[in-house]
């Protein structure tokens, strides 16, 4: 994400990301040249054979350092590097999550107690409103399996999620960078959607904190922003959410926020994306790849207009 202020307007060639990917290329040519093992590629291919429930194709997974190491989460700064090196003092356990609202059975679910279950594995396209993409193989849950045991009551039309208020462990939650915590939402039949999944693990690990431990939302035919992290509140409501985004620059970020080609952020284009580790950038899917899933939800709507 980016903040309107002047100092990132072109956001497509910030400094650190193209030095990241001038990184990546220099690993990738002295891998070529013999000079370092391809470990980061044998552990992809390893994951990819593992059977998780591949809904990315055969596209190349991102590699670990990538997925955990170049990360938006402003509760610990707006650097892409600053999650990873700044939320080392944050405890993602114990956690509760909490799903009320108009349903019939609220309840107070301990997260701890879901990462020791078998989980789900699935890999998905992820793609950034900052057009840059991954494609991550998470380990975790369809959110609707956990939304069925709270039972929606028929005036249930939304879910709005939180994450957690930690100022003393979140740097960034002392600042006023954005109107914590941090909050999005879905409409319910898109909360339950099939791919719409909860993820507490990436790369076979538990989620590091940088990727939103122990609990982050994954909605993989929207843009990152939507995808919530580090989660403690799910409550189901009859009206359309705020969300952070939203109120923080309505005419940049809408509610929807389905990856879409033909509707430009106000100050870049969303025709094209980089695969972090590509040199060349491709163009973008609608839906981020997923339109034969997903564009039936979306039946009738201006999505010029609910962008
Ligand atoms: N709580 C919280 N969730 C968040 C964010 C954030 O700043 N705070 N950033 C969002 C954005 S803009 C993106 S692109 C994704 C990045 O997820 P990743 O770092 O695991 O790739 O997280 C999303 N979830
Ligand atoms: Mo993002």
């Excluded at 997974?61 to 170049?70: M, N």
């Excluded at 301990?110 to 950034?128: K, M, N, S, T």
């Excluded at 914590?180 to 039949?189: F, K, V």
């Excluded at 993989?220 to 409550?235: D, Q």
Aim: charged share 25%; proline share 9%.
């Amino acid at each position: 994400m980016i903040i309107p202020p002047r100092k990132l307007a072109s956001s497509q060639d910030v400094t650190p990301e193209t030095l990241f990917w001038n990184r990546r290329r220099l690993i990738r040519a002295a891998a070529a040249a013999g000079l370092v093992p391809l470990a980061e590629r044998a552990q992809a291919d390893a994951l990819r054979l593992a059977g998780k429930a591949n809904f990315a194709g055969d596209e190349e997974l991102t590699p670990w350092k990538t997925v955990t190491g170049y990360n938006n989460f402003y509760e610990f700064g707006t650097g892409k590097e600053d999650p990873a090196e700044r939320s080392a003092q944050f405890r993602p356990l114990p956690w509760t999550l909490t799903i009320d609202g108009e349903v019939h059975k609220p309840q107070t679910v301990d997260v701890g107690a879901l990462l020791a279950r078998p989980l789900e594995q699935r890999i998905y396209r992820f793609r950034c409103v900052e057009a840059w993409s991954m494609v991550v193989p998470w380990d975790g849950l369809p959110l609707r399996d956990l939304l069925k045991r709270a039972e929606p009551t028929a005036h249930a039309r939304y879910v709005a999620f939180e994450t957690v208020l930690r100022p003393e462990e979140m740097p960034g939650q002392r600042t006023g960078i954005l109107d914590w915590p941090y909050r999005e939402g879905l409409r319910l039949d898109e909360a339950m959607h099939e791919l719409t999944f909860l993820a507490l693990g990436v790369y076979g690990k538990p989620l590091p904190n940088q990727n939103g431990a122990p609990i982050r939302l994954v909605v993989p035919w929207k843009y990152g922003f939507k995808s919530i992290k580090s989660i403690v509140r799910i409550r189901l409501v009859r009206e359309q959410p705020p969300t952070t985004w939203n109120m923080r620059a309505p005419r940049e970020y809408g509610f929807y926020a389905n990856v879409n080609p033909d509707v430009d952020h106000p100050r870049w284009s969303q025709k094209t994306e980089r695969r972090l580790g590509d040199f060349f950038r491709r163009p973008t899917l609608p839906f981020n790849g997923y339109a034969e899933q997903v564009a039936g939800l979306y039946k009738g709507m201006d999505l010029r207009k609910q962008f």
